[in-house]
């Protein structure tokens, strides 16, 4: 399977998942059983009335963030702080807290590096880290982490943040060259979990309900990545937790886009995908993983 193949399914694997969890976001797996049994289609609808197919924050500053890599050509914090600043403007369906504080302290200030905080551990940079593993691919780690901290700080300067970002990024790129999913868990997961705790997944109570929290996030797309065997499986365990479904769905459709490619994406849900979501998602993935040549 080639890269290009393994980008766009990363890439449309994100809208999916978002808009897949967008649905049930914030709802407890009792209620989500009670409506739907087990939630699987593109249907819309959630807290934030969607139409199908539609999709939330995790997807619209992904895409934000790449048109501004792709402008720049490489990872810049002030394009990109300038590009989730005019995301803001026009009224984006839902926004977090963390990003729209520190993006008004840009307004402010023209700082593109938002303030030190380590309450600052939401999901907000994890859930857009995409563009930067597509435009990074093939550069070395110093240089990958720059980047993403360049996008990232914008709106989350925060040590757990970093390293949950970091984490994904590093495990798309290697999935990306065909890495197993069994040496991601040990060269990424595990290390990671090791050296913050807040992230370990295993020999823990399976995550229900995931908050914002990075850590609660990604225990939550670890367990089902890596206890499932395809994109679909993937997708469906992680939504059906509920909680922060959307960037749970986003970051785990991400991860199982970039594993198994697009061949494994159900043709129901690419259909239902809004076509210009869609149609920019394999854009960009395309032409970010060009970068570097
Ligand atoms: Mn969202
Ligand atoms: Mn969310």
């Known amino acids: 399977m080639q890269t290009a193949d393994r980008a766009a399914a990363a890439y449309l694997g994100l809208a999916i998942g978002d808009a897949l969890g967008s649905t049930v976001e914030f709802m407890t797996p009792r209620e989500i059983a009670a409506k739907f049994g ?9 807290w934030l009335h969607l139409k199908p197919g539609h999709v939330t924050d995790d997807t619209t500053m992904s895409l934000a963030l790449g048109e501004a ?3 720049e050509g490489c990872v810049d914090a002030l394009a990109a702080a300038r590009a989730f600043d005019a995301w803001m403007r026009a009224k984006p369906v839902d926004i977090g807290n963390t990003v729209r504080r520190n993006l008004l302290h840009f307004r402010k200030t023209g ?6 905080s380590d309450h600052d ?3 907000g940079a994890a859930m ?3 563009p930067v593993a597509l435009a990074t691919l093939g550069q070395n780690e110093d240089e990958v982490r720059k980047a993403n901290a360049a996008q990232a700080h914008t709106t989350h300067n925060c040590a757990l943040s970093d390293a ?3 984490c994904l990024i590093f495990m798309v ?3 990306l060259r065909g890495t197993s ?3 991601l868990l040990h060269k990424y997961a595990h290390p990671l979990a090791a050296r913050f705790p807040e992230f370990r997944f295993r020999a823990v109570k399976q995550s229900a309900n995931p908050s914002g929290y990075v850590a609660d996030t990604l225990r939550a797309v670890f367990q089902s990545f890596f206890d499932t065997d395809d994109f679909r499986g993937c997708l469906i365990d992680v939504v059906n937790r509920g909680g922060d479904a959307d960037t749970t769905g986003a970051i785990a459709g991400m991860l199982a886009g970039a594993m198994y490619g697009m061949e494994e994406i159900p043709e129901a849900w690419l259909k239902k995908l809004d076509s210009a979501t869609a149609s920019a998602c394999a854009m960009q993935a395309r032409a970010l993983i060009q970068l570097r040549k």
Do not use: F, M, W
């Open 121 to 123: 551990a939401g999901n």
């Open 164 to 166: 949950a970002c970091g």
């Open 128 to 130: 857009r880290v995409l």
């Open 69 to 71: 890599i792709l402008a």
């Open 38 to 46: 087990t939630h699987d289609t593109l249907c819309g609808g959630g």
């Open 181 to 183: 999913k069994n040496e």
């Open 173 to 175: 790129q290697d999935a």
């Open 111 to 116: 700082n593109p590096e938002a303030p030190y």
